[in-house]
T-cell receptor, first 115, second 115 residues
Framework: DSGVTQTPKHLITATGQRVTLRCSPR?????VYWYQQSLDQGLQFLIQ???????AKGNILERFSAQQFPDLHSELNLSSLELGDSALYFC??????????????FGPGTRLTVL | GDSVTQMEGPVTLSEEAFLTINCTYT??????LFWYVQYPGEGLQLLLK?????DKGSNKGFEATYRKETTSFHLEKGSVQVSDSAVYFC??????????????FGKGTKLSVKP
């Protein structure tokens, strides 16, 4: 158990809908990262937050957004869903954003299926 | 842009066989390098890392050496066990700059070890 929790574990929805994925980082971790894992694209970095502020953006679609709240949990919002958004979405957390000194701990993921 | 290339899987080995999974990277400069492992149904776990050239990361019998001359970070283990069956991801990350902290992953290599 990494200490990072993600809910829900599975999510099945229809095209055009909107969903929210939730992540609680390990106690004391300030940095949260979101990744998407799909068969065709592999594992891709989406977005990073550090202590409530957006720190870096990767290959995140405009239909997707995220935020980190004062209690440091984070939510990833996916809207106008398409079939191609079906994937495993991982959240990871670390003490800070200094990669050399901080390991990223991954949650178990949320499997999103868009029908 | 930065990228990581891993050998295609799946790799099937007998117990106690020698394992090598090749990983090369393309980047300007010298990023930190990582191997992550994903067991079935779980999130990713950090296996080992190296933050500068010629560093050797090691953990649980696995080793990888950061070779800047060949831009490689090959994963090796002298004697694999059935419990090593998993998907292995090579990744890079930057200490500084706009992309600091987030991981860039290879496609992953699935390893199956038979008794």
């Amino acid at each position: 158990d990494s200490g990072v929790t993600q809910t829900p574990k599975h999510l099945i929805t229809a095209t055009g809908q909107r969903v929210t994925l939730r992540c609680s980082p390990r106690s004391g971790d300030l940095s949260v990262y979101w990744y998407q894992q799909s068969l065709d694209q592999g594992l891709q970095f989406l977005i990073q937050y550090y202590n409530g502020e957006e720190r870096a953006k990767g290959n995140i679609l405009e239909r997707f957004s995220a935020q980190q709240f004062p209690d440091l949990h984070s939510e990833l919002n996916l809207s106008s869903l398409e079939l191609g958004d079906s994937a495993l979405y991982f959240c990871a957390s670390s003490r800070s954003d200094r990669v050399s000194y901080n390991e990223q701990f991954f949650g178990p993921g949320t499997r999103l299926t868009v029908l | 842009g930065d990228s990581v290339t891993q050998m295609e899987g799946p790799v099937t080995l007998s117990e106690e066989a020698f394992l090598t999974i090749n990983c090369t990277y393309t980047a300007t400069g010298y990023p930190s390098l990582f191997w992550y492992v994903q067991y079935p149904g779980e999130g990713l776990q950090l296996l080992l890392k190296a933050t500068k050239a010629d560093d050797k990361g090691s953990n649980k019998g696995f080793e990888a050496t950061y070779r800047k001359e060949t831009t490689s970070f090959h994963l090796e283990k002298g004697s694999v066990q059935v419990s090593d069956s998993a998907v292995y991801f090579c990744a890079l990350s930057w200490e500084y700059g706009g992309s600091q902290g987030n991981l860039i992953f290879g496609k992953g290599t699935k390893l199956s070890v038979k008794p």
